[in-house]
């Protein structure tokens, strides 16, 4: 396992202060002024979700082999539960259909069934589009394909891998990317396709930071990671829109767990 780059555990800092910060201001804030009272009882009514996201995230990065304490886990809460918040105030929109269908005894294999599928596929679609983006930048801008170098720092036990991908690329970047920052610019603007365009370009920008670990190995094809991973944004922007988080988490750790799988 490589060593953590100093500046990749700093900004991951900042960002863990900044949500927890963001939910402290909606939760006092609530308090006081009008417009931020209804946005926070809807903030509220989202902790079990929330907390169920978190303690998924959590199991594991145990299983995953990683250390039992990480404070990211603060983050992903309170993503998840301004991001739930968020979701649920959309018109005609339900981001767990999974899970509410189970909760609620409803079509309940039916909707398992089309979990696993359409993961599965989508996971397929998004490798093959990613791959197809990175292949024509590559063949523009004369950069080399390093996500070999990249997976060298995942596990070579290939089911802690998918454990790793399932925390660390499923849940976080989805709770970031989809949950949270396609929910908002989708209740900013009201329009979904914008919305998907938006967060999946924001995608494919943070693995040019030091908020991804592998920032580094991804500066080395910079402009053919960007558009391979906004590509591939944007098949989860529209997972995430007609099936809903979970799906998009599935198919997110899969298109990510199969290269792993050729790779390691």
């Not at 791959?131 to 390093?146: D, K, P, T, V, W």
């Not at 199969?258 to 390691?264: H, V």
Request: hydrophobic share 55%; proline share 3%; charged share 10%.
């Amino acid at each position: 396992m490589q060593q953590t780059p100093p500046e990749v555990i700093a900004a991951n800092i900042v960002f863990i202060v900044f949500w927890i910060v963001l939910v402290a201001l909606i939760w006092f804030g609530g308090q006081r002024w009008e417009r931020t009272r209804a946005f926070r009882a809807r903030m509220i009514a989202q902790w079990k979700p929330a907390l169920t996201i978190t303690l998924v995230f959590f199991v594991s990065n145990v299983i995953s082999g990683r250390s039992i304490f990480n404070l990211y886990a603060l983050a992903i809460f309170c993503q998840a539960w301004i991001g739930l918040a968020l979701a649920r105030g959309i018109a005609n929109y339900e981001p767990l259909k999974t899970t509410q269908s189970i909760l609620r005894r409803e079509r309940i294999a039916r909707n398992i069934i089309l979990f696993i599928v359409v993961g599965v596929i989508a996971g397929i679609v998004g490798l093959v589009i990613g791959s197809f983006g990175l292949g024509i930048a590559q063949s523009i801008f004369h950069e080399m394909n390093r996500t070999r170098e990249a997976m060298q720092s995942f596990s070579i036990d290939k089911m802690k891998a998918f454990f790793q991908f399932l925390w660390g690329a499923g849940i976080a970047e989805e709770t970031t990317y989809r949950l949270v920052v396609l929910s908002f610019v989708w209740v900013l603007t009201g329009r979904r396709w914008f919305a998907i365009i938006v967060a999946a370009i924001l995608f494919g920008a943070y693995h040019l930071t030091p908020l991804s670990g592998n920032y580094l190995t991804f500066l080395k094809f910079p402009v053919s990671q960007f558009l391979g991973s906004t590509l591939i944004g944007i098949v989860w922007g529209w997972v995430y829109v007609k099936r809903g988080y979970e799906t998009t988490v599935l198919a997110h750790t899969l298109s990510n767990w199969i290269p792993a799988l050729l790779f390691l």
